[in-house]
């Protein structure tokens, strides 16, 4: 069973315009959600990530927006630049737990 | 500066050898991972450990083995009873904390020629 589903596989994004990557988890008990970017060749890195007693976070152009109802969360890139085009992944983690549990990654792509 | 070292970044390997992968970190994370990547198909976690001595199988850990006999090493052994071993290894680690989630090293691609 995926514990969290991870949408769209890939996305093209024209330069200046919104980049939205969605992540839907079943289990309530998940109280961490991080985002990773990972560019070509290299290890992800942590990007953003909120706990579930706010329903947003900014931080520069990526904001993370969480529905504790609903049971999702949404990465938003604003200004898209070619830079950002990268590979993104979204992970849970529940409650004293070292481990997280990943979405199967979203393949951005900004073009010109 | 702390972080996590894999070595080395590219690794070629003849069918049915078996071959290690090094993980080294000097974060004082407890938990040490290792992840398996193929194209369109994410992270697929193979070993974990939270203490030394202690590892636990991921999903996909047929044809893997690991150690923890120091805080700081996680190696990866990949055998010849891996099928398909030509992929992208990631080795990672964490803190109970869990402020900055989890610290990647820059990966180590292994090609079987």
């Known amino acids: 069973q995926q514990q969290v589903k991870q949408s769209p596989q890939s996305l093209i994004v024209q330069k200046g315009g919104i980049s939205i990557i969605n992540c839907a988890y079943e289990?309530?008990?998940?109280?961490?959600f991080p985002w990773y970017q990972q560019f070509p060749g290299k290890g992800p890195a942590l990007l953003i990530a909120i706990r579930p007693d706010v329903s947003e976070k900014k931080e520069g152009r990526f904001t993370i927006s969480f529905n504790k109802s609903a049971k999702q969360f949404s990465l938003h890139i604003m200004d898209s630049q070619p830079g950002d085009s990268a590979t993104y992944f979204c992970a849970v983690s529940g409650a004293g737990s070292y481990q997280l549990t990943f979405g199967k990654g979203t393949k951005l792509s900004v073009i010109p | 500066d702390g972080g996590i070292t894999q070595s080395p970044k590219y690794l070629f390997r003849k069918e049915g050898q078996n071959v290690t992968l090094s993980c080294e970190q000097n974060l004082n994370h407890d938990a040490m991972y290792w992840y398996r990547q193929d194209p369109g198909q994410g992270l697929r976690l193979i070993y974990y450990s939270q203490i030394v001595n202690d590892f636990q199988k991921g999903d996909i850990a047929e044809g893997y083995s690991v150690s923890r006999e120091k805080k700081e090493s996680f190696p990866l052994t990949v055998t010849s009873a891996q099928k398909n071993p030509t992929a992208f290894y990631l080795c990672?680690?964490?803190?109970?904390?869990?402020?900055?989630?989890?610290?990647f090293g820059s990966g180590t691609r292994l090609t079987v020629v």
């Open positions: 990672a680690s964490s803190t109970r904390d869990r402020g900055p989630g989890y610290t």
């Open positions: 289990n309530t008990a998940f109280d961490y």
